[in-house]
């Protein structure tokens, strides 16, 4: 290398040097405020003395009484890094963890909780919940905002042969999400046999939320885990609650100097960052400094012929005398004044600018004409010619569905905004559309089904819409052209039973008599599908979420997408088990035939959720009662039925009525389902209730006459625990001593 070479080296390095230089001179902390507690930086907003700081929300403590010294946020979150780039701070905190002796006995267990102060998130982002152990299951709580969040997972091996190290799967590990903007979280632990098959080589479960680069799973952790006290979890921050809008007119506003505000997520208040070609701390006063680009040859683009010269957030490229152009290194810009290429370049540019416009004519034609052709494709295969053969046949009733277009629904829609969306479940998400003549509809956007039962869809959306019941979600019509069909119901205006039995605001505006309405009006659809319709139609997916209730709370039956046609020669179908949790019927289940008692057992548990106002399947009970089927069986059996009653509904008056009602609920909720009534047997058995309800003046001998033998057919009725004498003056049930 000759000495020019030697020189030039010298100088890139010199550069680099002041550059990095300049970097670090650049201030973070306020002036007079310290800047670090032990190896841990501490930049503004944030600080640990009065007046360091932006607010109270960023004051920090050092303790400076350990070696080496701890930076803590709050009263004990020990803070490990602050990165004002991306508005996060690193934490440490607690592993949670359950250990058994070999008996299978609790020798030391503890739940680590987090609760955070105003300006702090949990970063759905960057950390995992994550569960270690061979017997093992784990849940979160968390809170965002006012809205409870609960999610967890399962961890199971046999032995640590089955283990895969950096596998997070669910054997020996398993690993969930976290929504982004919670503010605390709980972690509980559980473990299904005491590790007592396991403990040789796993006597512990552990469950922890950690920064999900840092943690890699192995065999080892299940004894280096123990030793463990605490894992990195990374938190969002955030200046204030306003957004950059409304913040900007506020005294406190915090972007300072060459900064702008911007708002990285969609919950409260707002970061700020230097503009481009400065770097600094942008909370500061003069806190974003201008960066020197022709300092670093890797921040300018000047060719050798080019003279860089740094200018105020950016920098500039002159060519030598003699020369013109910007001189930057993407081709050699600094090129003499040639005046005779000017008529050369405009031609080329002009015939550039035909070819270009040819090639996007013929792009945008092909790609129309593809497009076309596709909804065709989709139109074919989704039963479309079917579907109008067939519809042909019904012309002149006013029963017969109409074709939408895909653009119909997506004018309809916004183009399905997700603003628009109403409703999701296991088969598809329904969005709120309203069509061209103003009409308010429900579009569903199924998932994908099998290609090879188009003909029953076809069959099915037929039958649907010659379904007449003023208690069924009327089908509308529905759109072929898409690569799943689309359906389009009538809209329902005051939302779902589960949110009216469940929302704490709504469930008192039900009254029994109400909620008996309900059920008889559900159970009256149930038994039109199972025995008045041409052929038999098993919903399979009965529960409370899709019962809708209209503005006078009467009750429309919704989402048959799981639903299943019984040919008339057949009483049973062989199905892959579909429903949800809480509502599957177990004989169904286990044996995957499927049968309207199926439909029965699911009524079943709606029932007894308008008679207990309790959900289907809840992890605050016992595990013995998370299913309300056999919480409620279980209450019914030991003679304690008023216990499980919603106490809103419960009053001298109606003391037998409720008695009875859930004698019915227990039939319904049979594990044999030969051994329960039919829905028209149920929807009989309730109208008569809803009669004896309306009329309640009847004396107990008419009351006899009405209710016939059916009071005396069953053996092991529920039991309230208590008799009408039980009640005090204010109509609460009294202690009997029993």
Not at 201 to 229: G, I, M, W
Request: charge should be neutral; include cysteine.
């Amino acid at each position: 290398m000759g000495l020019q070479g030697i020189m030039l080296m010298q100088l890139t390095l010199i550069g680099l040097l002041l550059a990095s230089m300049a970097a670090a001179a650049v201030a973070q902390a306020k002036p007079g405020c310290p800047d670090r507690c032990g190896n841990v930086s501490i930049p503004y907003p944030f600080g640990t003395k009065k007046d360091c700081n932006h607010s109270q929300h960023f004051l920090l403590y050092c303790n400076d009484s350990v070696v080496p010294p701890k930076l803590i946020l709050g009263l004990n979150l020990h803070v490990v890094s602050i990165s004002l780039k991306l508005g996060e701070l690193k934490i440490l905190h607690y592993v949670g963890r359950d250990c058994y002796n070999s008996s299978g006995g609790l020798v030391s267990n503890n739940d680590p909780m987090l609760r955070l102060g105003p300006g702090y998130t949990i970063s759905g982002r960057r950390n995992k919940f994550t569960a270690v152990g061979c017997d093992t299951y784990a849940i979160v709580r968390a809170y965002k905002g006012q809205e409870r969040y609960t999610t967890g997972c399962m961890s199971v091996c046999d032995s640590i042969t089955n283990v895969i190290n950096g596998s997070c799967s669910g054997i020996g590990c398993c690993e969930t999400s976290i929504p982004e903007g919670t503010t605390n979280f709980t972690v509980k632990l559980s473990s299904y046999n005491n590790h007592t098959s396991v403990r040789a080589f796993n006597p512990c479960s552990y469950a922890f939320v950690v920064e999900e680069t840092h943690f890699k799973f192995s065999s080892n952790q299940f004894r280096d885990l123990n030793n463990t006290e605490n894992l990195p979890v990374v938190l969002d921050w955030r200046i204030g609650k306003e957004r950059c809008k409304a913040a900007r007119k506020t005294e406190t506003y915090a972007c300072k100097g060459k900064s702008e505000c911007y708002e990285p997520d969609d919950w409260s208040g707002y970061l700020c960052k230097c503009l481009d070609g400065y770097h600094g701390n942008p909370y500061l006063p003069d806190g974003c400094q201008d960066i020197n680009e022709c300092d670093d040859p890797r921040l300018n683009k000047c060719v050798k012929k080019g003279r860089c010269k740094n200018t105020s957030g950016n920098y500039t490229c002159a060519c030598p005398k003699g020369y013109h152009g910007d001189g930057r290194q993407d081709g050699d810009r600094c090129n003499l004044d040639h005046l005779q290429v000017i008529p050369v370049v405009l031609g080329a540019g002009i015939g550039f600018m035909i070819l270009l416009l040819s090639i996007s004519w013929l792009y945008w034609g092909l790609k129309k004409r593809k497009f076309i052709k596709l909804k065709e494709k989709f139109f074919q295969q989704n039963g479309g010619l079917m579907l109008q053969q067939q519809l042909s046949q019904e012309e002149g009733s006013d029963e017969t569905i109409k074709i939408f277009t895909a653009e119909e629904l997506e004018k309809a829609t916004n183009k399905y905004d997700e603003s628009n969306i109403v409703g999701r479940g296991g088969y598809g998400t329904v969005y709120k559309g309203t069509l061209t003549n103003g009409r308010i509809v429900a579009v569903k956007k199924s998932k994908m089904i099998d290609k090879s039962q188009i003909e029953q869809f076809i069959n099915e959306v037929l039958v649907l819409s010659q379904i007449n019941h003023r208690n069924v979600v009327k089908l509308l019509g529905c759109c072929l052209e898409t690569e799943v069909p689309l359906l389009v119901y009538e809209f329902i205006t005051n939302g779902t039973l589960f949110n009216h039995i469940h929302g704490e605001r709504k469930a008192s505006t039900i009254s029994w008599e109400v909620r008996l309405r309900i059920a008889t009006e559900t159970a009256g659809v149930l038994s039109y599908l199972h025995s008045a319709t041409s052929t038999t139609i098993i919903h399979r997916d009965v529960k409370s979420t899709n019962i809708l209730l209209d503005d006078n709370y009467t009750a429309k039956v919704s989402d048959f997408g799981a639903s299943r046609l019984v040919p008339l020669d057949q009483t049973q179908l062989s199905t892959l088990v579909q429903g949800t949790l809480g509502y599957l019927d177990p004989e169904y289940l286990l044996t995957s035939q499927l049968t309207e008692k199926s439909d029965v057992y699911s009524f079943g548990v709606v029932f007894v959720e308008l008679l207990t106002g309790e959900k289907a399947l809840s992890f605050d009970r016992s595990e013995e009662e998370r299913s309300l089927a056999m919480y409620f069986l279980s209450s019914c059996k030991d003679d304690n039925l008023f216990q499980v009653l919603d106490k809103r509904i419960v009053n001298e008056e109606n003391i037998e009525r409720l008695k009875e009602a859930a004698n019915l609920a227990k039939r319904c909720l049979r594990l044999k389902g030969d051994e329960r009534p039919t829905m028209k047997e149920v929807a009989m058995e309730l109208e008569r209730m809803r009669m004896m309800e309306k009329y309640a003046w009847i004396d107990s001998k008419e009351k006899e006459q009405l209710h016939g033998e059916s009071s005396k057919a069953y053996d092991n009725d529920c039991s309230l625990g208590f008799t009408s004498a039980s009640f005090d003056s204010l109509g609460v049930p009294m202690n009997d001593g029993r």
